[in-house]
Every structure is written in C-alpha cells, then in structure tokens.
C-alpha cells in the first residue's frame, strides 16, 4: 500500500490581515490495494468548511473539519487522486506572525493516515508556505 499527499496554496504571500489562502489538498492511492480510514489533519482548517472535488471539477462541501482540523476521507481506490480544499481567512494575529517569525512566513503542514500500513510509514505529511 502506499498513499501519496500533496498540499499547495492559491497565494504566495500575504499582504494585508483580510487577505484569504485557498488550501488545495491531494491524496493519491500509489499503490497496489485499496486504502481504508483514510484521514487527514491539517490544524488550520479547524473548524472550517471542507469541499471535495468531484467529476468535471466541481466542488462539494464534505462539512466542517474537526476542532483538531481533522478530515476523514474514508476509501482511496487504487489508482484515485482525491482533492479537497479549504478557505483560510488571515488574522491580524496571522498577519502580525509573519514579521516576527524567523523566516517570515505562515507554515501549514498537513498529516495523512490509513488503516494499512504505508511502505515503511505509517503516517504521511506535507507543508506549504506563505510568506
């Protein structure tokens, strides 16, 4: 088995407390069985509402994340990219990080697991940054 996550941002920098990121997640089943329990954590979409993209790109509201920002997604058939994406309105708190961090940006990481194990991993992840 093995499970393949990607995460990217429709933004690349932030220039105001009222600017929005876009978080666009993928999970491809890389492998040669059937996925099950798949889920995935991403802290920032706590809360928030979770839209999975469906045939000929449309997008549908799954619901909102857990308060953990937590995403079940279930079965990944073999073969099978998922997307899903998630709308994150920037703080001023957000906003005011970004200058104090060391390398002055937002960093997101997302976490994926299954029920199998995943080749030598049990538990996957990706980041995206916005400066």
């Known amino acids: 088995p093995n499970l393949e996550i990607s995460k990217n941002a429709n933004a ?3 220039d105001s407390a009222s600017d929005n990121i876009v978080y ?3 999970v491809e089943n890389t492998g040669n069985t059937k996925l099950t329990g ?5 802290p920032m ?3 928030l509402d979770v839209q999975v993209e469906g045939p000929v790109g449309t997008w549908t509201s799954v619901g909102p994340a857990s308060s953990a920002g937590l995403i079940t997604v279930g079965v990944v058939e073999v073969g099978t990219t998922l997307n899903y994406r998630f709308t994150y309105d920037i703080s001023q708190t957000d906003f005011d990080a970004i200058g104090r961090s060391s390398d002055g940006d937002i960093d997101n990481t997302v976490v994926a697991t299954a029920s199998e194990t995943l080749g030598s991993e049990s538990v996957l992840s990706a980041s ?4």
């Open 128 to 131: 995206e940054e916005v400066e």
């Open 38 to 42: 798949v889920t995935f954590t991403d």
């Open 45 to 47: 979409a706590a809360g």
């Open 12 to 14: 690349t920098s932030i």
């Open 24 to 26: 666009t997640i993928s």
